[in-house]
């Protein structure tokens, strides 16, 4: 319910939103990212969460 209402307000600056990602079996990814998985809520300006996951966690990745 709560994400249905953030989606709905919009115009909130995407505060709150986290990507939460996994690495699955792959022990390069969990070498390279330093866990097989995490949370990740801050990222670059001007960097969406959507754009977070797409350059680090591709295969793995939902924001919300």
């Known amino acids: 319910m709560l994400g249905l ?3 709905a307000g919009g115009g909130g600056g995407g505060s ?3 990507a ?3 690495c699955g079996g792959s022990s390069q ?3 390279a990212m330093g ?3 995490g949370v990740q809520c ?3 300006p001007g960097q969406s969460c959507g754009q977070w996951c797409a350059a680090y966690v591709p295969s793995n ?3 919300y």
Do not use: N, Y
Request: proline share 5%; net charge neutral.
């Open 5 to 7: 209402t953030a989606l």
């Open 16 to 18: 709150g939103v986290c």
């Open 20 to 22: 939460h990602w996994s």
């Open 29 to 31: 990814c969990a070498a």
């Open 35 to 37: 866990a097989p998985s």
């Open 42 to 44: 801050q990222f670059a």
């Open 61 to 63: 990745c939902s924001c």
